[in-house]
């Protein structure tokens, strides 16, 4: 049986399309079976259900491309709270993560798909990398669990690391790496189990160790590339996040960390990386050229001070860029909104650090045509579906955008808190406000997923007390 619905009276659509197409006039939407059908000035059909989106602007919805979920009950850790990455990965994430058990990794993956849904993100591609040898509990089922309980789209990548780096091994904490055999079996396991190749899937399945310079040696990650491409999936991990990466790849390969990745067959139109901050222009001209894709994680880049990430070269270059949230833990706002903001606003700070005095042979004065709203949203949603493979091909649509055979991911967000009042163009609104607008709906594959600021059967109260209750315990463990 057909089901059809009508979002009418839209204020403004931002579609994620590139240049001319990055609005639409609307003022409608119209949805057949899950799928965009028409969006235009549209009346009704006999007997179609009708949503008022009076006052609403509409954007896709958001694509996230990088995050650790588990990461949800580890926020704003004093230990860690001032500290670059490599000493903050001792003091927070390896320090709490043996003390994880099923119920409170469950607890955490739910905080956090919650929080990224209240953003209006309809798409989370998690990069879990809580395994070992004999764990008593499944991570990657309860991810996928708790995505589909919520009615969102998920993509596990796959972490994990055959070898560690001394400072995981000094840790009291610390947990055994798996061995070559063990990660390839279970990502077997995975793909036959959860992996949808189709642009429209609910589910897939990456290839993702943890980090290519630490977790793994080139021959097994040569490996590891093979057996994902024989397998359809993509490759997707942590690269040149730091200095550290750059002297970690000269020190032990005499090479970039770029470079390091082409070596090992981990560059191409299927791998995306997080971070890719500290480059220079030769390994952006190779991640162009290959059509390497980048997972922008503006606020942890800012928050671990490793500096941000030269997105509009890349882009020039060839890069697909798109934007993930990255854990909570070096993020304690992980949610789609405010990382779009701060993306708006970091490129455009890049590019004014950039420019020098007239006397001194500058040639501007600022940074603001760095990146706009349109390229932002377009990031942030059909960037994220590119690198995510969940683009349209073979006339099967996937999620690139507000356009007509795509799927109906869209959110509608009504702009009536003050921090949106006086808007001259309310479509820059949920970017350029930094707050969080009242969610009217979300939609993914034409579901509503939220309902008027909602999340249907959930009590936002009683997880508080619980995320509460948890943290005392994994403070007091």
Not at 142 to 149: P, R, V
Not at 203 to 215: E, N, Q
Not at 309 to 334: C, T, Y
């Amino acid at each position: 049986m057909t089901t059809s619905f009508l979002i009418s009276n839209i204020d403004a659509i931002m579609t994620g399309l590139p240049g001319a197409a990055a609005r639409h006039a609307g003022p409608d939407i119209r949805v057949v079976d899950g799928v965009i059908a028409a969006i235009g000035r549209l009346s009704p059909l006999a007997g179609e259900t009708i949503v008022d989106a009076t006052d609403c602007i509409a954007y896709p919805s958001w694509v996230n491309t990088h995050h650790h979920l588990f990461q949800s009950m580890l926020k704003g850790d004093p230990a860690g709270i001032d500290a670059s990455l490599t000493p903050w990965l001792a003091a927070t994430p390896y320090r709490y993560r043996a003390k994880f058990d099923e119920k409170l990794f469950r607890l955490a993956a739910r905080i956090g798909l919650v929080e990224l849904m209240r953003s209006g993100c309809g798409t989370v591609a998690d990069h879990n990398y809580l395994y070992y040898p004999g764990m008593p509990y499944d991570t990657s089922a309860i991810l996928f669990e708790e995505a589909e309980a919520l009615g969102l789209r998920f993509v596990l990548c796959r972490g994990g690391a055959t070898q560690t780096r001394q400072l995981e091994a000094e840790l009291p904490t610390a947990l055994r790496p798996e061995t070559l055999d063990g990660y390839l079996t279970d990502m077997e396991r995975l793909i036959k189990r959860y992996h949808d190749p189709s642009p429209a899937a609910m589910r897939r399945v990456v290839m993702a160790p943890t980090t290519p310079l630490y977790s793994a040696t080139p021959e097994e990650l040569r490996t590891m590339a093979g057996f994902a491409r024989r397998a359809g999936v993509r490759l997707h991990s942590h690269l040149s996040e730091t200095v550290g990466y750059q002297d970690t790849a000269q020190g032990k390969h005499r090479c970039t960390p770029v470079e390091f990745a082409e070596r090992c067959d981990w560059l191409g139109s299927d791998v995306w990386f997080a971070h890719l901050v500290k480059l220079d222009p030769s390994e952006i001209a190779l991640l162009g050229k290959t059509g390497t894709g980048i997972a922008h994680c503006p606020q942890s880049n800012g928050r671990l001070g490793s500096g941000i990430a030269p997105i509009r070269q890349l882009e020039e270059a060839g890069v697909p860029i798109s934007i993930g949230v990255d854990g909570a833990a070096s993020n304690e706002a992980a949610d789609m909104l405010s990382e779009t903001h701060a993306a708006w606003l970091m490129q455009r700070a890049r590019r004014g650090q950039e420019a020098t005095p007239s006397y001194a042979g500058g040639t501007f004065e600022g940074g603001a045509d760095a990146a706009t709203v349109e390229d932002v949203v377009r990031w942030g949603t059909t960037g994220g579906a590119r690198v995510l493979g969940l683009h349209g091909m073979g006339g099967m649509g996937g999620i690139e955008g507000l356009q007509v055979g795509q799927q109906a991911d869209i959110a509608l967000y009504r702009l009536d808190d003050p921090r949106y009042f006086g808007l001259h163009d309310p479509a820059l609104g949920p970017v350029v406000g930094g707050g969080r607008p009242y969610l009217k709906a979300l939609y993914v594959a034409g579901k509503a997923v939220v309902e008027d600021d909602d999340i249907p059967g959930l009590d936002l109260a009683a997880l508080g007390r619980e995320a509460r209750e948890a943290t005392r315990r994994l403070l007091a463990a």
